[in-house]
DNA sequence: CCACGGTGGTAGA
DNA sequence: TCTACCACCGTGG
């Protein structure tokens, strides 16, 4: 996988067979190594994270860039309880839009930090697997290696 | 405007 | 269970 960063915190992961273009580095030498800073914190979770290993590291700040909606919903991820699983729908509802479960669905697929914004654990109505854009074999793998269950 | 989704709910086989 | 159909709503063109 691949991290970004900037001085503010994490902004993007992607998956290695995913890749997007690189943007340069550049800032000053102290943003850079802010940077820096936040890429080694991030990839000490997700090697913790991988390993299974509890407790987690402190996570560093997230900065993914978005739409009020989308940070909107992305917040609504972060707060799922660790071990659980939420809905489309009822993020909708939480943000006091229900019709809204749609647009939920494509805020999560926006996200721009998987895993550590963790949209695997956003199933589908009647706790049915969903989608996901980095691949649902994926999903799958992430809700199991949580411990989490769905229904076919 | 318009078309598109990581939806949800209903109806019928 | 599965398919068909439609209301829903933020985004990006």
Not at 7 to 16: F, H, K, M, Y
Not at 42 to 58: D, E, I, K, M, T
Not at 68 to 74: D, M, Q, Y
Request: proline share 8%; aromatic share 8%; hydrophobic share 45%.
């Amino acid at each position: 996988m691949r991290l970004e960063a900037s001085d503010d915190g994490l902004a993007a992961l992607s998956w290695t067979d995913l890749l997007l273009p690189t943007s340069p580095v550049r800032g000053t030498s102290a943003e850079i190594d802010r940077a820096r800073g936040f890429l080694r914190q991030g990839a000490a979770w997700l090697r913790a994270y991988f390993s299974g290993h509890l407790p987690l590291p402190l996570m560093p700040p997230l900065r993914p860039v978005g739409t009020a909606f989308h940070k909107a919903v992305w917040r609504q991820i972060l707060a799922i309880s660790p071990g659980t699983t939420t809905t489309y729908g009822e993020i909708a509802r939480w943000l006091s839009m229900p019709g809204a479960s749609r647009a939920v669905g494509q805020a999560v697929g926006a996200n721009p930090l998987p895993v550590l914004i963790p949209c695997h654990r956003v199933l589908a109505a009647g706790g049915k697997l969903g989608g996901y854009s980095s691949g649902l074999r994926r999903k799958r793998w992430l809700l199991a290696h949580e411990g989490l269950t769905w229904s076919s």
